[in-house]
């Protein structure tokens, strides 16, 4: 293998919560990489419905399948000094449609003028296109059925957070 080869990768984001759409990435992410790191991180533009404690332990459950993965917390400073703490040569991203492109693209850019770290696109999977953490939260807390889009464990806890029974109903 080239002495250029990268081994280890970070998935940031804020996973609030984790979705079936991130767990799909982080799977994929594994096997072209040795190790993934799922970075946790605080964005500032949103306000999150789980602490970073519950973000944190829902996302451990719903990739404890997958070898090769660690979950950690990463703070709130920048993306690159943290991949340069973790030693990570990649950042690891899905994209899902234009809107992800317009929102990811500067990042990307960003990141790779501040320290020369690439960013790695991996298309979304067709099937898990409209899945986004905000959207999910929006239909269950109208009462729609989100089951499937999330990982079963994280189910029960974003009713609950919601205010929302299984049934769509605010109890
Ligand atoms: O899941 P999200 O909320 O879309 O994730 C966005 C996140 C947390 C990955 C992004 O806001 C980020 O990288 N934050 C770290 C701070 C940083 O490096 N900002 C400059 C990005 S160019």
């Given at each position: 293998m080239s002495d250029l080869a990268v081994h280890r990768c970070v998935c940031p984001g804020?996973?609030?919560?984790?979705t079936v759409g991130h767990v799909d990435v982080v799977r994929r992410a594994s096997a072209l990489f040795d190790e993934v790191v799922v970075a946790v991180m605080t964005n500032p533009a949103k306000q999150s419905t789980f602490s970073l404690e519950e973000r944190l332990d829902l996302l451990r459950a719903a990739l404890?399948?997958?070898?090769g993965v660690r979950v950690v917390?990463?703070?709130?400073?920048?993306l690159v000094d943290f991949c340069t703490r973790v030693g990570a040569g990649a950042v690891v991203k899905g994209l899902r449609s234009g809107t992800d492109v317009a929102y990811e693209m500067p990042m990307a850019l960003m990141n790779r003028h501040l320290s020369g770290l690439e960013t790695v696109f991996l298309p979304g999977d067709p099937t898990l296109e409209h899945i986004s953490s905000s959207l999910v939260k929006e239909v269950a807390a109208h009462g729609g059925d989100v089951t499937g889009m999330v990982p079963d464990g994280v189910l029960a806890p974003l009713l609950a957070r919601l205010g929302v029974t299984g049934d769509g109903a605010t109890p």
């Amino acid at each position: 293998m080239s002495d250029l080869a990268v081994h280890r990768c970070v998935c940031p984001g804020s996973f609030d919560p984790v979705t079936v759409g991130h767990v799909d990435v982080v799977r994929r992410a594994s096997a072209l990489f040795d190790e993934v790191v799922v970075a946790v991180m605080t964005n500032p533009a949103k306000q999150s419905t789980f602490s970073l404690e519950e973000r944190l332990d829902l996302l451990r459950a719903a990739l404890a399948g997958i070898d090769g993965v660690r979950v950690v917390e990463a703070g709130g400073g920048l993306l690159v000094d943290f991949c340069t703490r973790v030693g990570a040569g990649a950042v690891v991203k899905g994209l899902r449609s234009g809107t992800d492109v317009a929102y990811e693209m500067p990042m990307a850019l960003m990141n790779r003028h501040l320290s020369g770290l690439e960013t790695v696109f991996l298309p979304g999977d067709p099937t898990l296109e409209h899945i986004s953490s905000s959207l999910v939260k929006e239909v269950a807390a109208h009462g729609g059925d989100v089951t499937g889009m999330v990982p079963d464990g994280v189910l029960a806890p974003l009713l609950a957070r919601l205010g929302v029974t299984g049934d769509g109903a605010t109890p």
